[in-house]
């Protein structure tokens, strides 16, 4: 996801638009949830050059897929992530604080795109995705779907009580 920005050269003003399809990087989401590798990215920028760099803005587009993670159903939609990152030349000094490590540059008159679109979109990404805000998730002792069956539950015995619970079993005065 490179860019040439040799025509935007160290013009203060000098803009240009790009509406492109790209494919999606490896690795963009999240453990249960994300941007499938190869799945077509809309991008939707306006490329200016202003006096410290280049200032990239603008949406991203891309069709994120994953699961419940209550229920483990798949969900996929569609997620419009806004775009903007400044682009220093090289030797230009950081911002105010803000270290060298974090500040994006162009390099050999390009620009890599791709972190910068990993962040937008990672961050945008939910942490626990559901399938919808009430879902019930999986019965924890038999792992049925509690939406299908709305009523389901187990009779569950304290552990503390166990001992008594055997006084009761009708088969216990048999083997004595």
């Known amino acids: ?17 790009l509406k492109e399809h790209v494919p ?11 941007v499938r590798e190869g799945s077509p990215v809309d991008l939707d920028l306006r490329l200016e050059a202003v006096h410290e760099g280049i200032l990239v803005s603008g949406t991203a587009r891309v069709d994120v897929s994953g699961e419940c993670g209550r229920c483990l159903d798949p969900i996929e939609y569609s997620l419009d992530v806004d775009v903007q990152e400044l682009f220093s ?37 939910p942490f626990q995705p559901v399938c919808r805000e009430d879902c019930p998730g999986l019965c924890p002792e038999c792992g049925i779907r ?4 709305p009523g389901h539950h187990h009779e569950v ?19 004595e």
């Open 1 to 17: 996801m490179t860019l040439d920005v040799k025509d935007l050269g160290r013009s203060p003003g000098t803009m240009r638009t």
């Open 24 to 34: 999606a990087p490896s690795e963009l989401g999240v453990a249960l949830i994300g």
């Open 89 to 125: 030349y090289e030797g230009a000094q950081p911002s105010e604080g803000e270290d060298d490590e974090e500040q994006r540059r162009v390099e050999h008159d390009s620009i890599d795109l791709e972190p910068v679109l990993r962040d937008a979109v990672v961050t945008m990404l």
């Open 146 to 149: 509690l939406a299908d069956e």
């Open 157 to 175: 015995v304290d552990p503390r009580w166990s001992a008594l619970a055997d006084l009761i079993r009708p088969d216990r005065h048999s083997d």
